[in-house]
C-alpha cells in the first residue's frame, strides 16, 4: 500500500472544487462538482484496495483468495448514482438558465442578494 | 413499524409517477396526504414504542453478531423518532395546503414530496454513516428538484443551483470524512465505529473525519459560514414545500452531528473543547442569522434568516453536551418547527391573495386576512418563548443546564438574539396586517420594487381564506400546546440521558443487550428561565415597535454584512470550504 493513491485523490477532489469556486460557465460548473466527486472515488477505492486482491465475486471462486474490499465498491456505486442524479438536475437548471438569460455565466444568476 | 416508515412512501412515490397522470387530480393528491398523514401515524406510535427503550432494526433480518454489526440498522430511540414524527406531520399539512392552494401540483409534486419526506425520516432514524449519508443525499436531491418547481421564474432558478451545488460539497465532504472513518476502523455501524475508535488514541485522522462529517451536516443546518445557500434557496421556494426546508430539514444537520458524535466518537473526543468550539459557531449563526432577518423586507427571505439564527440556538443547545441541553434542544426543534411552517404558510397565503411577499410593498394590504393575519402575529410572538407556551419548555431546559455548566452568560445572550429575530417577524406582521408603521424604511432588503396591482387576487379554486388558512393554524396550535403534553420534559431528559450514553447504545446494537431508559426526572423550568422569557418577550415587543416607527442601525458593519450575501455560488462554495477548514483547524488545535 502506497501514499500515492490518497495522494491523486486529495487532488483530484481539490482541482474539483477550486474549479467550482472560480468558474465563468455553469456547465463548466457542474462538471467541476464532478470532478470533485470523481476525488471520492478514488479515495474509498483507495481505502478498500488489498495488494493482489481479485474482484470480490464469490460465487464460483473458492473462499480462501485475497479480494478486495467489498464495501467500499457498493459505496463508490451509491455514490456514482447520486452524482449522476444531481448532476442531470443541475444541467436541466443551467439550460433553463441559458433559455432565460441567453448566457451561462454564474453572474446571470444572481436575482436574490443582501 | 420501523421499515414502513421509509417504505410506504417509498413505495408510494414511484407508483404515483408511474401511474399518476392517468389519474384525476384530486385522487393523486388525496394519495399522497393519505401516505403522508398514515406516516405520521406510525411515526407517534414509534415515538411512543421507544419511550421505554429505543428500538433497534437490522434490515433484511442482518442483525449484529460475534458483536461486529454486519447489516443496515436503524436504531429509533424517542428523539429521532420524534423528529420522524415531525417530519411527516409537516409533510401532511404542507400537501394538504398545496392540494388548495397550488393549481398546477401535479402528480410529480406529490412524488417529490413524498421522497422527500422519505429521507427525511430514513436520515432520522438512520444508525449507520453511510445510510446517513445515503438519505442526506435523497433528501437533498428532493429538496433541490421542489426548490426549482416554478421553474419559469428567475429566483428559483438561482436558490435551487446554489442549494444543489453548495449542499453536494458538503455531502462530498462528510462522504471523504465517512470514507477515512471506515479505512480507520473497519466499520460503518455508528455503535461499531465508536468502539473500535473509544480503544485508540485520537489522531490526527480522527479529528479530520469529525470535523468533515460535522462541516458536511453544518451545511444542511445552514450554520454560519455554511449557510449562504440557505437564505438563497428558502426565499424562493414554493410556500409548501419552505414548509419541510425551514420546519424539519434544517434541523435534521443538527441531529446528524448528535448522532455522529455521541454514538460514534464521543469515546475519543472529550466534551470540553469540543463544547466550546460548536458553541462558537452557534452563537455566530444565531447572531448573524437575527441580524440579517431584521434587515430583510422579503418575508421569505426574513423567515429564512429566522431559520438560520434558530439552527443556531439548536446547535449552541447540542454544543452543551448534557441530556438536558439536548432535550431541550429536541424539544425546542419540534415546537418551533412546527410555528416556524405555520408561518411560511402564513406567507403562502399573503402571497396567493396580495402579491409580492414585501413588508414595504403590502402595509397594510393583509388587514382583510383576519385568521392568516393573527396566525402570522401570534406565530411571530411564539418566537420569542413566551412561557409557557410551545418553545418555552425547551428553551428553559436549555437555559437551565447552561446555567449548571457555569455558562451563566449564555442564556441571556439567546435571549437577546432570539428577541432580535422574533421581534423582525412581529415587525413584519404588524405592517402587513395592522397597518402600522412607517411606509418607507431605506434600511431594509427588497427583492421586489415594483407595485402591486391594487385589487386583491381571489382565491384559487374559490376556496374561502378561511379554508386554506386552517393547516397554518392547526401548525401553530399544535406548536404552542406541545409544551403542556404532561411529563414531555421529564421523558424527553430521560430518553436523552440514554441516547449521550455510548457504552449503552453500543451494547443494545452489537450485542442485542436491553438497557432501560432511566426513569424520567422530574424536569422543570427553573425561576430564572421564566424570568429570561418574560424579558425576552418584553424586550421583542420593544423592538418590533422600534422597527416600525425608528429603525435606526449602524450603516458601515450592516452595508458589510449585505455585501457578503452576494448570491454568488462561487462565493458560497468558498465559504463552506473555509469553515471546514476553520471547524477542522479548531478541532485539530484543541485534540491533536
Known amino acids: ?114 | 413499524v420501523i421499515p414502513l416508515l421509509v417504505a410506504l412512501p417509498f413505495l408510494v412515490a414511484p407508483a404515483l409517477a408511474a401511474v399518476g397522470r392517468f389519474l384525476p387530480a384530486a385522487v393523486d393528491d388525496v394519495v399522497a396526504i393519505v401516505t403522508a398523514a398514515a406516516v405520521s401515524v406510525l411515526a407517534f406510535l414509534l415515538v411512543l414504542d421507544s419511550l421505554d427503550g429505543p428500538v433497534h432494526y437490522a434490515f433484511g433480518g442482518w442483525e449484529a453478531r460475534d458483536e461486529i454489526a454486519l447489516g443496515v440498522v436503524f436504531s429509533a430511540d424517542a428523539l429521532s423518532a420524534g423528529l420522524a414524527a415531525l417530519a411527516s406531520l409537516l409533510a401532511t399539512a404542507s400537501l394538504a395546503f398545496a392540494w388548495r392552494s397550488f393549481d398546477e401540483t401535479g402528480a410529480l409534486f406529490n412524488v417529490l414530496m413524498l421522497g422527500f419526506l422519505a429521507g427525511m425520516t430514513g436520515f432520522a432514524l438512520a444508525a449507520d454513516l453511510f445510510t446517513m449519508f445515503v438519505f442526506f443525499e435523497l433528501m437533498g436531491v428532493c429538496a433541490f428538484a421542489l426548490t426549482a418547481y416554478r421553474i419559469d421564474e428567475p429566483g428559483p432558478l438561482q436558490g435551487a443551483f446554489n442549494f444543489a451545488v453548495v449542499n453536494s460539497v458538503g455531502a462530498l465532504l462528510a462522504l471523504v470524512g465517512i470514507a477515512l472513518v471506515y479505512g480507520r476502523t473497519g466499520a460503518l455501524n455508528l455503535a461499531q465505529v465508536g468502539e473500535t475508535l473509544a480503544g485508540e488514541p485520537t489522531d490526527g485522522l480522527v479529528i479530520v473525519a469529525f470535523a468533515l462529517v460535522a462541516a458536511g451536516f453544518m451545511v444542511k443546518a445552514g450554520i454560519v459560514p455554511f449557510h449562504f445557500w440557505l437564505s438563497d434557496a428558502y426565499a424562493v421556494a414554493p410556500g409548501a414545500v419552505c414548509v419541510l426546508l425551514s420546519g424539519v430539514m434544517s434541523d435534521l444537520g443538527i441531529h446528524g452531528i448528535a448522532r455522529v458524535y455521541w454514538h460514534g466518537f464521543s469515546g475519543s473526543l472529550d466534551d470540553g473543547a469540543l463544547r466550546a468550539i460548536l458553541l462558537g459557531f452557534g452563537i455566530a449563526t444565531a447572531a448573524l442569522g437575527a441580524v440579517m432577518a431584521w434587515l430583510q423586507a422579503d418575508l421569505k427571505r426574513m423567515l429564512a434568516f429566522v431559520t438560520i439564527s434558530h439552527a443556531g440556538v439548536f446547535l449552541a443547545g447540542t454544543a452543551l453536551l448534557t441530556p438536558e441541553g439536548l432535550a431541550g434542544t429536541v424539544l425546542y426543534v419540534a415546537a418551533d418547527g412546527l410555528v416556524k411552517a405555520a408561518l411560511f404558510l402564513a406567507v403562502a397565503i399573503v402571497v396567493l391573495r396580495v402579491g409580492h411577499p414585501d413588508e414595504l410593498l403590502l402595509r397594510g394590504r393583509g388587514r382583510h386576512l383576519r385568521v392568516t393575519g393573527t396566525v402570522f402575529l401570534l406565530g411571530g410572538l411564539a418566537m420569542a418563548a413566551p412561557p409557557p407556551f410551545g418553545s418555552f419548555l425547551g428553551r428553559a431546559l436549555v437555559d437551565d443546564s447552561a446555567r449548571e455548566l457555569g455558562l451563566g452568560w449564555l442564556p441571556p445572550l439567546l435571549v437577546v438574539l432570539g428577541a432580535v429575530a422574533a421581534a423582525a417577524v412581529v415587525r413584519a406582521g404588524a405592517r402587513v396586517f395592522l397597518g402600522l408603521g412607517v411606509e418607507r424604511d431605506l434600511r431594509l432588503s427588497r427583492q421586489h420594487e415594483e407595485e402591486l396591482e391594487a385589487e386583491p387576487k381571489r382565491a384559487p379554486s374559490g376556496l374561502a381564506p378561511f379554508a386554506l388558512s386552517l393547516p397554518a393554524a392547526a401548525l401553530l396550535a399544535a406548536g404552542l400546546v406541545l409544551a403542556f403534553l404532561p411529563g414531555i420534559a421529564g421523558e424527553a431528559v430521560a430518553d436523552a440521558s440514554h441516547f449521550v450514553d455510548r457504552p449503552a447504545y453500543a451494547r443494545e446494537v452489537l450485542r442485542g443487550a436491553s438497557v432501560e431508559v432511566p426513569p424520567a426526572p422530574d424536569a422543570g423550568p427553573s425561576r430564572v428561565a421564566y424570568a429570561y422569557a418574560l424579558g425576552g418577550t418584553a424586550l421583542t415587543l420593544v423592538l418590533a415597535a422600534a422597527g416600525l416607527y425608528r429603525n435606526r442601525l449602524p450603516r458601515a458593519p450592516v452595508a458589510a454584512l449585505r455585501r457578503l450575501h452576494t448570491g454568488a455560488v462561487g462565493d458560497e462554495v468558498a465559504w463552506t470550504l473555509a469553515g471546514a477548514a476553520v471547524l477542522g483547524g479548531l478541532l485539530a488545535l484543541a485534540y491533536a
Open chain 1, 1 to 114: 500500500m502506497t501514499v500515492f493513491p490518497y495522494l491523486v485523490a486529495c487532488f483530484v477532489f481539490l482541482v474539483g472544487l477550486a474549479g467550482v469556486v472560480t468558474s465563468r460557465n455553469l456547465i463548466h460548473l457542474v462538471v467541476s462538482l464532478g470532478v470533485a466527486q470523481s476525488g471520492t472515488y478514488v479515495l474509498l477505492l483507495a481505502i478498500g484496495y488489498r495488494e493482489g486482491g481479485t474482484a470480490p465475486v464469490f460465487g464460483d471462486v473458492p473462499q480462501t483468495r485475497k479480494a478486495v474490499d467489498p464495501v467500499v465498491q457498493a459505496l463508490t456505486l451509491t455514490d456514482v448514482v447520486v452524482g449522476v442524479t444531481v448532476t442531470a438536475l443541475l444541467l436541466a437548471l443551467a439550460l433553463q438558465v441559458r433559455k432565460r438569460e441567453q448566457t451561462l455565466d454564474p453572474d446571470a444568476l444572481h436575482t436574490v442578494r443582501g
